[in-house]
């Protein structure tokens, strides 16, 4: 276990440092195991310094995912409280869970679990209140937020994708999460998360580009068999 | 409409995009879309909507997200005092100290207290055993005088004086002590229960007439029980003289291992007493009837009704002596009621039923089982069945109302946000 702990933690140092920032990025995913350009220290040696009691560590890794965790919370709830109160309670619940961490995992795939369940949490709680106790459900009003036109185009394209398809989207486009981060985070097979992924693209294009004529040879098609396109 | 066979599927192209591939399909994919324009242009649409969705942007966290997580103040500065405390290795210690401490002091509180009364309890029955054995003693003539005047001959003579006593004067006779004589020690009938497991049954059944023989006592009642394929058992209702109760009893003790002792004290000094009084009385009574008989002259009829009236008494007479010889002789000898179980030992040679028969009674109870269930089930519905019938179809349609609507709550909270 400590070897595996090591290993990984080395690995993590090894690699190069890409930014966890709001812009999606089209390099494959080593962000994951990345380590600050400033600090050269990973994120999860980091954690294990701070559940030994290093307020530093955890300085730095707030300062780190404040904005990822923030932008993760802004882009699923309606208001920006309830987001800036979400992305809180995930700390505080990074806070509690400190001396219990253990690093099986990356800390950026443990963090967004943690974040991805208050947000569940926060949903159910709220769809309760709307469903027993009558409380309106605060719901986006695009149009009314600052806003350039092509986010509005995308925000309400998002939108009407299903649900599962867009969380999906998300955590790949915004979040940054590999495949298998996805699939170990939704609890969702690789093979589906990948199709998933791919239908949530599609559809998300035919939306934004309605004449971009879905069926042509350029769009990709549904399979009859693996590699050809009618 | 024509078909373009690909060696790489759409979603592979988007894996490459994403850089979800391994280096040799990296490789391969790479080659491939570099001669496939069509191929080029999927990747290409990737790429161009993830450009495009980079237009959807959040504001800034509020500052005082900071502020609030800043080290040492608030949440954060509780949460590492508590984690350093934690890995601190004195700190640890010194928990581990105070536990073991606090953990000892609560053992002590809890097992003194039980000690002392153990204790206690102990000097009590001591004391009380050393009481019963000197009551023992001196129980085969409760008023028998020590060392030498004899309370019967005491009651003999003032029964000779005639004096009619009162129920005080009785009590006084029982319980006070009387000069020349000490105090007479209450007459008490003592049982004892005892159930004994023993190894060797056939043994134990000798030792148990060795030890009646040895103690003079003898068994009232016995019975033993020999039933098939269980332990062997015998229930006796031995009687002991009083003063050999207590050896006679350890020496049963020593016969197996004891499960169940219970000893029992019935005083019956009171009614001992009640018992010679009333036979004092009635004797004075036949003794002055029979001195009328012969003194007095009358006619027929009055003597043939003082006979009767001196048999009536004559045969209260014997009754009461009856009694006080049974009085008497539980007092002197105690009854110990004995069970004597056998430590059963499975018979290897008991003939168990063959493998056929079990199955066939196995597929019978089980048949009979299921039919029991699906009987049970039957009868619970045909009950109860119009019932919850009628709470379903009243509760169904406001429960899917509530049902969708909280469904369709969870669809818009989770709705995109900004």
Redesign the interface.
Known sequence: MQDALTALVLNSEALPQHAMDETPSRQPNPASLRADASTGVSDERLMLEFSKGSSDAFTELFSRYKQPIYGFFRRRVAESAQAEELTQETFVALLRAAARYEPRALFRTYLYAIGFKILRAHRRKTAFRAAFFGDRLSVPDPSKRDATESSLWVRRAVEKLEPMDREILLLREFEQLSYAEIADLLQLPLNTVRSRLFRARTALRNLLEPNAAPATQNAPQPIGRKGERV | ?N?????????E???F????LSAEQTQAVSSHIGQCA?CA??AA???G??????????????A???D?????TG???S??D???R??SPAFRYAIGVASGLAALVLLLAIAIPNLLRSKMAANEASQIARQRAEETSKITDPYSPVPSASPRSGHGERADKGEAKSDEEKEEVIHSPRPGLTLAAPMIARTVSLSIVVKEFDAARVSLDAILARHNGYAAGLNVATPQGAARMLQASLRIPAPQLVAAVAELKALGRVENEAQNGEEVTQQHADLLARLKNSRETELRLQDVLRTRTGKVKDILEVEEEIARVRGEIEQMEAEQQTLEHRVNFATIDLKLAEEYKAQLSSPAPSVGMQLRNSTVNGFRNAWESLLGIVLFLTESGPTVLLWLLILAFPARL?WR??Q???????????
């Open positions: 409409m078909t373009t066979t690909h060696p790489f599927a759409p979603e192209i988007m894996a995009v994403d850089g979800e069509e242009t999927v649409n990737h790429r909507l993830s450009e495009q969705m980079t237009s959807w942007r959040v504001e800034l966290a509020p005082r997200l900071s609030r997580f800043s080290a040492g949440e954060v500065a949460r590492l508590v984690l350093k934690r890995r509530v609507r909280y369709r709550s969870l669809a818009m909270g989770s709705s995109v946000g900004v």
